[in-house]
């Protein structure tokens, strides 16, 4: 995926869901976790629940932008969609 360098998104610090990444980059959800648990991908965080081997993800809009080049603005959808309901 190619980041346009003359696009600066408006960041919210929303974090993207994995599997909304996992469709993005065409790998598997769980091939993103691994790669997030190990500290191989840079774009989020994989953190450990205590006493559990479950683990919670956070990636922030604005690391998955800057390492994949990855962006989409939900908010901005949000309010196009309750606009087009609206509006009709």
């Not at 191989?40 to 994989?46: D, S, V």
Request: proline fraction near 5%.
């Amino acid at each position: 995926m190619e980041k346009n360098n003359n696009f600066m998104p408006s960041f919210t610090g929303r974090n993207v869901p994995i599997k909304e990444i996992a469709q993005a980059t065409g790998k598997d959800p769980q091939y993103i976790r691994i790669g997030l648990q190990k500290g191989i991908f840079q774009f989020g965080y994989a953190f450990k629940k205590d006493g559990s081997s479950e683990y919670n993800y956070l990636c922030p809009d604005k690391k998955a932008w800057e390492e994949l080049g990855y962006f989409r603005n939900v908010f901005e959808e949000n309010v196009r969609g309750n606009f087009n309901k609206e509006s009709f």
